[in-house]
Each structure stands twice: as C-alpha cells, then as structure tokens.
C-alpha cells in the first residue's frame, strides 16, 4: 500500500532531551516535507527535500533539523525540545518539486513538558 | 514571506446547500493553490488544486476559482452532503528553482453540514 508513515505516533518528553520523528514513503517521491499543526495557526512548514541531500527551510524552522540522505527517509530532529515545540507534527510527500499532490503522513503528537 | 488567509474559521450549512471558502494571499510568485481536507484524526488529504495560468478548475461538486490580480482563491462545494464536515484548508506555494516549493497554509475552516 502507498503511504507515509510516521514514528512514533505520539511522544510525551522533557525539555532538552533530543528526540527524532521518522517519516518514509515509499512511494519514490522525491519531495518530503515536514509541518506542524497548531490551533488556530493552520499548518505551517518546517523544513522541505525536493531530493536527497537537497534541503531548504520552511517558515517555522527554528529549533528543527532535518537530513535527506535516503530519497524515502525524511528525519525530522529536536535537538533540545521546548515547551513550545508542542505540537501535532504532519510529514508529506510528493512525486516531484512538490507543485502537485502531496501525501500527509498519520501524524506525530508531541508533548514537551 | 507569502501570507495566506482564509475565512470563514467556521461555515455551517443544510445539507443540499453550496458552501464556499475564501484566501487571499500576498506574494505574486505564488503559482499554485492546493486545497485540502481534514478529517478528525487524520492528516490532511487533497481535494483540488489550481495553477496559476488557470482561472477556475472544477471536479464533480467542489470547484476552485482563482483570481490572479485580486490575488484571492475561492473553494465552492455544491449539493454538500454531511460527509464533506471536516476542516479545510487552503495554500499558496511559491517554486524555487533550486529547492523545489514552500507552502504557505490559511488557518482551516470548520465545516459542518447539518443534515
């Protein structure tokens, strides 16, 4: 079956403690991206992949790191996670820049205490 | 940076009735405007997209018009029926030649069909 899929679904942690989120498709897309949804603010961009090794920051960037060194694995990395980085967190896909239908991931809900 | 917003934050309508959903957006190298739906739970899910070289698009009873010089992008469902509740959201995106697209979203409209 085509689809996104994100680890893990939901995290609760501590301020400063590192955490990864996974995200791979298998699709063969080359664009990934990842967004954060949060009341009120609709969804809003992190980071994005158009290919591997080929990333570039979305409008909420900070406090995030990202790496694309396989084209169906896209990592999205806290390094030291705060309180405001609660949120639900949403990876998609695409098959080539992203100009055309992207495929939301389940979604990763991240608790920050 | 692109702006993007989106009204109402809540629309409710008689099932049978058209429903419509309206964004502005600020930057005029935004060349495509998707729409999606999100059912509780779940992530979003596109629904329509429009390009900007297109001024209206239409698939069976959701239809998108867009308006380049107003710079202002319309979500039109006719004969809405109660399995269209859900949140909608639209996007603008801007294509960098070296990195691919950004996206921009609107903040949802919460749509309830009453039947």
């Known amino acids: 079956e085509a689809q996104v899929t994100q680890n893990p679904r939901y995290l609760i942690t501590v301020t400063g403690k590192k955490l990864t989120v996974t995200c791979s498709q298998n699709m063969n897309h080359e664009y990934m991206s990842w967004y954060r949804q949060d009341p009120g603010l609709g969804l809003r961009q992190i980071y994005y992949?158009?290919?591997?090794?080929?990333?570039d920051k979305g409008d909420v960037p900070e406090g995030y790191k990202v790496s694309r060194k396989e084209k169906r694995n896209f990592p999205l990395i806290l390094e030291s996670p705060s309180p405001n980085q609660t949120s639900l967190y949403f990876c998609?896909?695409?098959?080539?820049?992203?100009?055309?239908?992207?495929?939301f991931g389940p979604g990763t809900r991240l608790l920050v205490l | 940076g692109e702006n993007v917003e989106q009204h109402p934050s809540t629309l409710s309508v008689q099932e049978g009735d058209s429903a419509v959903i309206k964004c502005t957006y600020s930057d005029s190298a935004s060349n495509y405007f998707p729409w999606y739906k999100q059912e509780l739970g779940k992530g979003p899910q596109l629904i329509i997209d429009?390009?900007?070289?297109?001024g209206e698009k239409k698939d069976q009873r959701i239809a998108v018009t867009l308006n380049k010089t107003a710079k202002h992008f319309s979500l039109h469902i006719t004969e809405t029926q109660p399995e269209d509740s859900a949140v909608y959201f639209c996007a603008a995106s801007i294509r960098w030649t070296n990195t691919g697209n950004q996206f921009y979203f609107g903040t949802g409209t919460s749509l309830t069909v009453i039947p």
């Open positions: 429009i390009r900007s070289n297109v």
């Open positions: 992949s158009m290919n591997v090794e080929v990333t």
């Open positions: 998609a896909s695409s098959l080539r820049q992203g100009g055309e239908t992207q495929y």
